[in-house]
């Protein structure tokens, strides 16, 4: 530990005798623009936050309605087929009024599932989206196959034996539509739990950096102030007092600097001033 403050010691006052040596224009340009730094910083920081997050909530959105979509989806298929049972049971037309309704919204709504999967971000996923309401949607359609012959069937008042294999099939058909349906939402909720989870640490990360940028701003002010004071304060300190002491007669020793800015230069016209004022005073005598 010791070891430690030795080494920082040693280079803060090598970074000291750095900055001291450094023109008052370029130490005032430092002081300055390192603030901007941070604050152009904090600004990318803030852009490009504001932009994950659009895209973020943009996919959140998409996941929302998926989901939505996915159950609008699994409950026509189960109106269809009640629907369907009622006519079984039945043998009256009007029970297939629900079934023609589903059945007319179904491709409306797979054609809405593959609008938002397309619009998904990533080949990968989005193929395997695709591919799976393509299995789903060709369950459904064999679904709807079987439905209709189980409808000729009864209209045709044909025997209850190949009906009743016929329903059969249907039921299993149905079972799997349900899991296959019910595997496209587990994947889309958990995508869209990510997405939160990621937005959530969006605006963690945007949180740190203000604070960041904020302390930065803090220290920075900090050590411009004492680097100023030491650098700049001191040196005009030191020349007034030294002109105070020519105006006085009491020149003191002064030691000008070896920077070539504006008050170096003034330090060495007034100490060529104070030498021909004490040449001359040298001679009068």
Known sequence: MEKLRIILKWRWIRALRIWNRLPIRAQGGITVFIPIIAVLISFGFAIYGNQSRAAIQEDIQRK???????????????????????????????????????????????????ELIEAEPGEKPRAERIEGLAKIQEMINRELDYSK???????????????????????????????????????????????????????????IVIFVVLLVGVIVRVVSFYLFDRGIVRRVDRLSEYVVSVIDGKPANFTVSKKTDVVGTLEQKIVELADQIETEKALRK
């Open 64 to 114: 929302f309605k998926a989901v939505r979509q996915y159950n609008d989806l699994l409950t026509f298929v189960i109106d269809a087929k009640r629907s369907e049972r009622g006519f079984v049971i039945t043998q009256r037309s009007e029970y297939l009024e629900p079934y023609k309704k589903a059945v007319d919204q179904i491709p409306e709504t797979i054609a809405q599932l593959n």
């Open 149 to 207: 012959e189980s409808q000729k069937i009864i209209r045709a008042d044909a025997e209850n034996e190949w009906l009743n294999l016929q329903l059969q099939n249907e039921k299993s058909l149905i079972d799997e539509i349900r899991a296959a349906i019910g595997a496209m939402l587990d994947k889309e909720e958990t995508l869209l739990s990510e997405r939160i989870e990621e937005i959530n640490s969006i605006r963690k990360r945007d949180y």
